[in-house]
Structure formats: structure tokens, C-alpha cells
Nanobody, 125 residues
């Protein structure tokens, strides 16, 4: 199983980016899928996730109403649409998935079996 993330870059504050992550070797069907981010010297934190079945999106408070997580109809690509970007959104963003993720461990990186390589998002002020 491989996850390939893309779409990061340098953007000014207030701008938008869309991250994409494509899975090979399995699909996101019947698995939770998530985006985490990690800034230098900080822990890897959950940004957004779709629970198994994709019916219940979760967003960390700081990105609510600015970011949207979605999965395409083939269940092989997950997106993170980011609007109104802020300098504090600067981090490396990772997509992840795994068959053992449930609602209670959605925010725990150790619950996810598969990870993408990360894509850097830098927001300038």
C-alpha cells in the first residue's frame, strides 16, 4: 500500500491550496482517512478526517470553516481543500489511512497503518 501526496507549496496568507493524496494497493472504502500536519519541533496533529464510511468529517478547531476533506467517487484519492490560509498553517501535511481507525482513536497517529510521504505547505505573512 502506498500513499502519494501532492499539492503543497508556498502561498500568501489568505490564499488557498488543495492537497491530494492517492492510494495504491487498496482503497479508502471502509477505512478512515485523514490529514495530519507537523511543524518543525512539534508533534504530528490531526487536521481533518473522515471516519469509516466517510459520513462524519472531523476538523480540528483551528481549521473549521476553512478546510474541507473529501474523497473522490473511486475512493482512491483524498483531498484537503484549504482556504484563508494563515502563517500558523505552515507545516508538512501527511495523508494517512488504516483499517483499525475508529471514532475513538481518530486523532491518534499510531492508529493509522499507512502514511504518505508528506507535502510541505508554507504560508507567508
Amino acid at each position: 500500500v502506498q500513499l502519494q501526496a501532492s499539492g503543497g507549496g508556498l502561498v500568501q496568507a489568505g490564499g488557498s491550496l488543495r492537497l491530494a493524496c492517492t492510494v495504491s494497493g487498496r482503497t479508502f472504502r471502509n477505512s478512515a482517512v485523514a490529514w495530519f500536519r507537523q511543524a518543525p519541533g512539534k508533534e504530528r496533529d490531526l487536521v481533518a478526517a473522515l471516519s469509516r464510511g466517510g459520513h462524519r468529517p472531523f476538523y480540528t478547531d483551528s481549521v473549521k470553516d476553512r478546510f474541507t476533506i473529501s474523497v473522490d467517487n473511486t475512493k482512491t484519492t483524498v483531498y484537503l481543500q484549504m482556504h484563508s490560509l494563515r502563517p500558523e498553517d505552515t507545516a508538512k501535511y501527511y495523508c494517512s489511512t488504516g483499517p483499525s481507525v475508529i471514532q475513538s482513536n481518530l486523532a491518534s497517529p499510531t492508529a493509522y497503518a499507512y502514511w504518505g510521504q508528506g507535502t510541505q505547505v508554507t504560508v507567508s505573512s
